[in-house]
């Protein structure tokens, strides 16, 4: 037989489990998700715990202390069905009679009865509450930590993730040829071995590591053999914040220690100690801002060796430098401000010419220098090394190529590729082409790192959408103002890098994507910068600036990632995380776009193409590059007929009055089986049920009541 006051009790904690999941749907889905401008469909994801939103408060958790509660015994009241025991026998055989209760004792048990229900249903719904509430932040962030993972994770021949929880010294092994972007970030390694550093053909940017001071080796190659892992650490080496050490494929037979003191009159600046140096080898003083030091010592075979080197007090200026380039009948002069003693310049490309002369940057405030070019033979081939990124494989081809013809990818089921690459005169020429998936992926793992300060948080996002963006998170005090746009890749990671928050801080905050302020003018000239690219220059589809750059990956599309738009529409707004100081020029499906298709504003770098070239650009999906000096950026664009049919939704928040943010206009449409929350149903079916089992209760009590009065009758 069912316990007395079973249904009751079901129904209510069915009723209240509804009530709470209702109310965190709803917070969940307060905001709306949607373009401003109306312009673009690109999608943007918020939060579900609204805590972007300064407007909505975190739900405060309140622990409630419970009280125990002594159970009495349960002895059946009216009202309730129980089973007789069989009365026993009498040696007689006579039956023996229990004696009937009184009105006032079963009115006591039914008191008794009626408190011991309600405490448990209390205790029931308190523990049920507290134990929803404190597993909602798991539920909803899928937070993970990576501390306890001791291996290294590996896509191919990439390094893809290093945790928290592998122990120096760590090396990299044989046969990888690139490292990911954040690959490091987070990790606790201060000492790192290339068993190869000959096979690295690029290593993305690192976020905030290291944190501590590195010390990279490099036993079985010679700098001039890895330019890229040189590339990557010598700006750490000059900063005093690692150590670069090379061998040649030798063993050598003695080593020496050198004691080295660094100082200025009686300022003693640093003291080291370098160990394992064979005789010849060159140390040079490190920098100091504010001083400077020509000197250098040779070591020799002494087994004690010491020097001091004697640095003067002197500012470290930057200086112009004045570039002219000769190719045929023409002559053109650029000029490279803010360079600094020790920089190299690399002639640009031209078609037809060579130059294999480079320029070394001198401690003189003006420069000046002459590049002098040469007719290309015609018969003279160039070797240019082609990779293929398609979802998470990598296809690698060498082609011998006279300069000028052109590189088309090659065809992968599933994805597309719009690029191309011309083959220049540059030596060892290198290109990769990034495929995207025909239909956007889903259900994508995002692993964000957050740097705030001195403190570090891992956060995974799963179940996310191809160019969904994910912003930061608040953190009071700091601000960050990047953004990452989720590519096909079923793992990815990213790290934002917070910057603390001066005395006076602006009054934009952190985010920095929307389309108001300065940023706003679109192609209408105001706030325009510095056109792209340099003045006097033609360069072609590729090949303006230097291999390493068109090669390394390491911008981010901040704002209109794979964006749609109608061929009749325009202008198209793209933002990059990259200065756009070292902008060098922009690519559409690999081919260069000229400066007066589109306008460039800083503020990272703000690109708008003009309505008129967007009228001009065919249907169907484009790529887009963004070229530094440095590195790049790609994102597609998808262009669609004046006729095609598109959706233009509102972005709004929702404050905790109901009210909706200044200049933002609440869709009142009813929700479609598109819009509509699942999980409405499941509250409804929750609560329905509750209901239906607290007037079963009350149809059963009633029952057992008239049968009572039946029997006293």
Known sequence: MVKKGFLKKTGCILISASIILAGWTFVGSSVSEAELDGTTNNEFVEDPNNSEDPNIPEEEIIEEPTEKIEEPSEEPGDGVETETPEKPATEEGQAVTTPEKTPEEIAEEER??????????????????????????????????????TQPEYEGTTLKKVPKGVENPFTIRAGTTAIAENAFSGSNITILTFADSSAIQSIGDQGSWPKKFLKVYCPNTDYSDSPVVDEFFRPLVKAKKAILEWRGEYEPEDTYDVAITEKCGETILGTYTYTEKEEGDVITPRPYTGYTCTDSYTVTDDEDQSYTFEYVQGTITTCTVIITENYGPNSVILTYPNETEGNTISPTYHPGYVCNDVYTVTASPSQSHTFTYTTTPADVKYTVKITEVYGTSTDTRTYELREGEVITPTEHSGYVCNGSYTVTTEANQAHT????????????????????????????????????????????????????????????????????????????????????????????????????????????????????????????????????????????????????????????????????????????????????????????????????????????????????KTTTTVTYKVAADGSISAGHIKDTTPKTADGFDPRYLLCMAIFLLGAGAIMMSKQRKLEAILADRRVEY
């Open 433 to 644: 082409f990034v495929y995207a998936s025909d239909t956007p992926s889903t259900g994508l793992k995002v692993v964000i790192t957050e740097n705030y300060g001195t403190t570090s948080e891992t956060i995974t996002y799963t179940g996310k959408n191809q160019g969904e963006i994910i912003s930061p998170r608040d953190h009071a005090g700091y601000t960050c103002s990047d953004k990452y746009t989720v590519t096909a890749e079923e793992t990815q990671n990213h790290t934002f890098n917070y910057t603390k928050n001066t005395p006076s801080p602006s009054p934009s905050g952190g985010g920095g994507d929307s389309d108001g302020g300065g940023s706003s003018s679109g192609s209408s000239g105001g706030g325009s910068a510095a056109a792209a690219p340099k003045p006097g220059t033609v360069p072609p589809s590729s090949g303006y600036v230097s291999t390493a750059a068109q090669t390394n990956h390491i911008y981010v599309i901040t704002d209109g990632a794979n964006q749609q738009v109608k061929q009749s529409e325009g202008p198209v707004k793209i933002v990059c995380n990259g200065s756009v100081e070292k902008l060098a020029y922009i690519l559409l499906d690999g081919n260069q776009v000229s400066a007066s298709n589109y306008t460039i504003q800083s503020g990272s770098t703000i690109l708008h193409f003009t309505k008129e070239f967007v009228n001009t650009m065919s249907v169907g999906d484009h790529a887009v590059q963004f070229q530094y000096t440095d590195g790049y950026a790609m994102t597609g664009l998808k262009v669609l007929s004046p006729a095609a």
């Open 112 to 149: 008794l009865a009626e408190e011991q229900r309600l405490a448990e249903e209390e205790a029931l719904r308190l523990n049920s509450m507290k134990t929803m509430l404190r597993s909602a932040p798991t539920m909803l962030l899928g937070a993970t930590n990576d501390e306890d993972e």
